[in-house]
């Protein structure tokens, strides 16, 4: 493995060549990234189909707004995801009962169903890794994510984007 120098706030430290450590760590992950896997994970939906349903699981309802600007998508992308969901039965759109003006999305009983499948699959998929580690270990890498991910939103690669106003235009 061919190794590159990158100076940090202390001093030079030689680390695998970025290339080449993707592509081994995504040969080695191959199984992970596998069709059947993510098919059985994610049920066969997009990523921003399977994020709402997420999103939706934790919330419990929500108004389209809000999914869009969970998805970082502009509301007509959301409006696409939520009817895809719809379609397939697995969210339903129904009138808030103190406001009968407002539309909400929520998960249907067979939407509730699938993503508490999914998420026992995880959740058996991350035990079957995690089972084998030390505490120790455990807590090196889940120090080590939180720092990664913290510092990939610090770069603006859009996990940490603020949140897009919505534009309220008056219709006269």
């Not at 120098?5 to 202390?10: D, E, G, K, S, T």
């Not at 680390?15 to 992950?29: A, G």
Request: proline share 2%; charged share 25%; aromatic share 6%.
């Amino acid at each position: 493995m061919n190794f590159i120098r990158i100076a940090n706030h202390w001093s030079a430290v030689a680390v695998p060549d970025l290339e080449s450590l993707l592509y081994d760590y995504v040969e080695q992950f191959r199984v992970l990234l596998a069709r059947e896997t993510w098919q059985r994970f994610v049920l066969d939906l997009s990523k921003n189909d399977f994020l709402a349903l997420l999103f939706l699981h934790r919330a419990g309802e929500s108004r389209m707004g809000d999914v869009a600007a969970y998805l970082n998508a502009p509301l007509n992308t959301a409006t696409g995801v939520v009817t895809r969901l719809e379609r397939r039965g697995l969210v339903e759109r129904r009138h808030r009962s103190d406001d009968k003006r407002v539309v909400v999305v929520a998960l249907s009983a067979s939407g509730t169903e699938q993503v508490a499948l999914a998420l026992r699959e995880g959740l058996r998929l991350a035990e079957q890794v995690l089972g084998e580690l030390s505490a120790d270990e455990l807590q090196l890498i889940l120090s080590v994510l939180q720092r990664v991910l913290g510092l990939l939103g610090a770069q603006g690669d859009g996990s940490s984007r603020p949140r897009r106003e919505v534009r309220r235009i008056a219709i006269d």
